[in-house]
């Protein structure tokens, strides 16, 4: 629930700001009690503005607020304090004055500015996963300073103490609850050729955490098209149980495919992955791409590593990537070799080719 150091509620709009968790001691004196605004509004309150105008009887006045906000982030290693961070609000005024002519000149002007020192005091907290991070938002939006919880590995109860221009949002740690996965949990390398189909590799780096739950794959095999947008092939949504390592064979999707795969094009998987279970938040994660293969290319059973290479005084490149028309190697003496990506014959258009053979032996 959202604490409020004053007595205003207004919705939430975060800024870019990120700030990392350092240790300082805290000294507070009083208790977070709503104060009159001869009191904490005016010991916050700037004297940047201007004094008030004298206006005409019954003229309009509203009033604009510059929100400052701040997202402070800890991690299992972190002091369970922030640094004190500085915020900043200007309240700007609109005036309209009216003219003879019975219409109205209006203008903005800085009304006043306000300024706080606010951290972050975390009490109370057991251990925590990993990967996981508790992470709190504090703005300062006119008179009133705001905070609230937006990811957090436990149940946090929110209370702000302070003095003057000094205050502290302290997060009390309670139940532990789940948050957010990974986002980077999880990583795929570009398919391979696996027999007549292809086949997607996952490493999951947390995967002794997750026993019992269940992880969500979601796949796109994409076809590589220069001009027009890269065709679909197959779109799978997949239940795995969390391994360190996983296979994807597209061989079983075969029978959903939009057209068949093509010898000498280059394919990728567009995919995301979300936890279901006990141990995170039912979440997707972002989509990634994988990088790109050709599909066809011979696979070699026993390839010289490049010191063996060396040592039977053979150059042996190894197929790196692709680029436009050209297949690009790295060599066992450590230069590059490029070669022109081979063509069907168009006189027997139904033999395959390897556009860009794995391992080669230039002279």
């Known amino acids: 629930m959202k604490k409020l150091f004053a007595l205003g509620v207004l919705s939430l709009i975060l800024t870019g700001r990120m700030v990392p968790a350092h240790g300082e001691e805290i000294k507070v004196d009083f208790d977070g009690k709503k104060s009159a605004p001869g009191s904490i509004l005016d010991r916050i309150r700037g004297g940047d503005g201007p004094a008030p105008m004298s206006l005409p009887k019954g003229t309009p006045v509203t009033l604009r607020t510059e929100r400052d906000c701040v997202t402070v982030s800890f991690d299992a290693k972190d002091e369970l304090v922030s640094q004190k961070i500085p915020l900043e609000s200007r309240e700007y005024r609109q005036v309209c004055t009216p003219l003879p002519n019975g219409g109205q000149s209006c203008r903005e002007e800085l009304a006043w500015t306000y300024r706080v020192w606010a951290r972050i005091q975390i009490t109370d907290r057991g251990p925590m996963l990993p990967w996981e991070h508790d992470v709190f938002w504090m703005c300062l ?11 957090a590995s436990h149940k946090f109860d929110l209370k702000w103490t302070g003095a003057s221009y000094d205050a502290t949002l ?14 980077n949990g999880i990583e795929a390398g570009a398919p391979v050729t696996a027999g007549d189909n292809l086949a997607l590799t996952l490493n999951d780096k947390w995967a002794e955490f997750y026993k019992g739950d269940k992880t969500v794959l979601s796949v796109q095999l994409k076809r590589v098209r220069d001009i027009w947008a890269d ?7 997949i239940v795995l149980d ?21 010898t000498g094009s280059k394919y990728y998987v567009n995919w995301r992955f979300k936890r279901l279970g006990q141990v995170s938040k039912d979440r997707w994660m972002k989509h990634r791409e994988t990088g790109k293969a ?3 290319q011979a696979e070699v059973s026993s390839i010289p590593t490049p010191s063996e290479a060396a040592a039977q005084a053979l150059k042996t490149c190894w197929l ?6 050209q297949c690009v190697y790295t060599c066992s003496d450590k230069t590059e070799h490029r070669q022109r990506v081979m063509s069907p014959d168009p006189l027997h258009p139904e033999e395959p080719v390897a556009a860009c053979p794995q391992l080669v032996f230039p002279f």
């Open 320 to 325: 790196r990537t692709i680029e436009a028309d």
């Open 294 to 296: 050709v599909f066809g």
């Open 231 to 237: 065709p679909i092939v197959v779109e799978k949504e």
């Open 141 to 151: 939006d006119g008179r009133w300073l705001e905070g609230d919880v937006i990811d």
């Open 170 to 183: 302290n997060a009390k740690a309670g139940a532990k609850v789940p948050s957010l996965p990974d986002a």
């Open 242 to 262: 969390p391994a360190a390592s996983t296979t994807v064979r597209f061989a079983d999707y075969a029978a959903d495919f939009s057209e068949k795969l093509r």
